[in-house]
């Protein structure tokens, strides 16, 4: 069954619809369109004809096949303009932040403390070693 299955799916033919002869010489099985020869058994089988095509379901589904396709491309664009939008904010905002790094004032990495006192001369040391 898998055979003829296989078969009538490689090989369409669209007027097709009638008698398939199953010839089987030994162990191997063929089917085909004319009848088998002498020596080998045979077999008719009959295949039915397709049903027609139903039109209006075929167009109900391809419309609304689009109408999905028209959503799912909507709603692409909508995400893609949202995607830009939130990029754009987002390089404003580090955009801000660094001039406001920038506009900070600079402050010193180390601070040295100086002390300033007074100027109060000293008096004159005397000498360690005498002249002698």
Partial sequence: MRLLVMFALLFPHAAWSGTVFRCSMGATVSYQEVACPAASS?????????????????????????????????????????????????????????????????????????VIRPYRPRPPRPARFPDR
């Fill in 42 to 114: 045979e077999r008719a089988v009959s295949l039915p004809e397709f049903p027609p095509v139903n039109s209006a379901e075929r167009e109900r589904l391809l419309q609304r096949e689009a109408a999905l396709d028209a959503r799912l491309l909507k709603r692409a664009e909508l995400e893609a303009a949202e995607r830009i939008a939130r990029e754009a904010r987002r390089a404003r905002e580090l955009e801000l932040e660094a001039e406001r790094e920038r506009a900070k004032p600079v402050e010193p990495a180390y601070v040295i403390p100086v």
